[in-house]
């Protein structure tokens, strides 16, 4: 390429970079990312991950693929150990071709091109690119290696104002969301599952003997149980789920793209999770805490997002008042059946 060609080139690089920092949401500028890289590096398939180290795996940020696309499914959320990238030493990461994860080749990619994320010393994600049927030639790759470092600072911006978010939406005690973003996220999500015909399912979980810690060892004690618990529920919980606090000792799980069954099986997970090990150990001899579950789905239970917390909070109840630590799940017109007079909470 001669030196005008690559000035050229380069400026139509910058031009890029700079019509993706316009955007601080996260979500405009991993479309930008993506739609970027698709552009200069000739490729026909796109997958931007970021890394979340509190489950060791990557989450699908942006992709060519619609996010009402059932292909999602099954790309959520990848393993690192699957994506076969380069070690902790920043300064060695650079483009490379290898073999997709298999996630990716139930979509028939074969190869992919990976982009590593550098953040602050610490791997913030990658980019996958792939063309059908073909190999992303060099100077392709060439191109792309030189346009993620001038899209990275719009990145990493977009991620911070997305963590200044956070602070505002997540609850004060736990490692949950709050209770107003709850309600907001809820209704966003029943919004979408009617518009794109898919499935949606609430987890309500209320503890059991949560009391009984401040009862024993104060309400500093049972803050600190708290917090345990929420933790142990985000390890289980995947990353376009979402865990909160609905108030008190009752928590709340969204979960996008859920039929009853697959709640269902999550649930146990987080049941086990929370009674299979006593909480306090450092502090106490050790408190075995146990919770009460109700999932309710759309649209098998309720079409509304009032209707689906009815329905789950009433599955819970029933099961609060058959022995506790299990699972109900909501049946046909429990949405409109009258509360029963005395129902615990």
């Known amino acids: 390429m001669s030196d005008p060609d690559r000035l050229k080139e380069e400026l139509h690089l910058a031009r890029t970079a700079l019509a993706v920092a316009r955007h601080l949401d996260l979500e405009a500028v991993g479309?930008?990312?993506v739609r970027a890289a698709m552009e200069h590096g000739h490729a026909t398939a796109a997958f931007l991950y970021l890394y979340d180290g509190e489950q060791d795996s990557f989450h699908l940020r942006a992709s060519?693929?619609?996010?009402?696309?059932?292909?999602?499914?099954g790309i959520v959320s990848l393993d690192l150990a699957d994506l076969h990238v380069p070690g902790s030493n920043a300064s060695t990461w650079a483009p490379a071709i290898t073999a997709a994860p298999e996630a990716l080749r139930r979509l028939a990619i074969e190869q992919v091109l990976v982009v590593?994320?550098?953040?602050?010393?610490?791997?913030?994600?990658?980019?996958l690119l792939a063309r059908e049927r073909q190999v992303i030639p060099v100077d392709d790759m060439d191109r792309v290696g030189r346009l993620v470092p001038d899209l990275l600072p719009?990145?990493?911006?977009?991620?911070l104002v997305e963590r200044y978010k956070e602070l505002i939406i997540k609850d004060d005690q736990t490692d949950s969301y709050n209770r107003r973003y709850f309600d907001r996220f809820l209704s966003e999500e029943v919004y979408r599952a009617h518009r794109y015909t898919t499935s949606l399912a609430l987890i309500f979980l209320d503890m059991d003997n949560?009391?009984?810690?401040?009862?024993?060892?104060?309400?500093?004690m049972g803050s600190k149980a708290l917090r345990e618990v929420s933790r142990r529920l985000v390890k289980?919980?995947?990353?376009?789920?979402?865990?909160?606090?609905?108030?008190?000792?009752?928590?709340?799980?969204?979960?996008?793209?859920?039929?009853?069954?697959?709640?269902?099986?999550?649930?146990?997970?987080?049941?086990?999770?929370?009674?299979?090990?006593?909480?306090?150990?450092d502090d106490t001899p050790g408190m075995?805490?146990?919770?009460?579950?109700?999932?309710?789905?759309?649209?098998?239970?309720?079409?509304?997002?009032l209707g689906l917390i009815k329905c789950a909070d009433r599955a819970m109840q029933r099961i609060k008042l058959s022995g506790k630590n299990s699972i109900g799940v909501s049946v046909s017109g429990e949405e409109e059946a009258p509360q029963a007079v005395g129902a615990p909470r």
């Open 288 to 305: 075995p805490l146990t919770a009460s579950f109700g999932i309710a789905a759309y649209p098998e239970h309720a079409r509304t997002s």
């Open 210 to 220: 949560l009391k009984e810690v401040n009862s024993r060892y104060g309400h500093a």
């Open 31 to 33: 479309e930008g990312f």
């Open 116 to 127: 590593p994320l550098p953040g602050t010393g610490a791997l913030l994600g990658v980019l």
């Open 154 to 159: 719009a990145l990493l911006n977009a991620i």
């Open 236 to 281: 289980e919980i995947r990353g376009s789920d979402k865990l909160f606090r609905y108030g008190g000792d009752e928590f709340c799980v969204v979960l996008p793209e859920t039929e009853v069954r697959g709640a269902r099986e999550l649930a146990e997970r987080l049941r086990v999770s929370l009674s299979g090990r006593s909480f306090l150990v």
């Open 64 to 73: 060519h693929i619609p996010p009402d696309d059932p292909r999602r499914k």
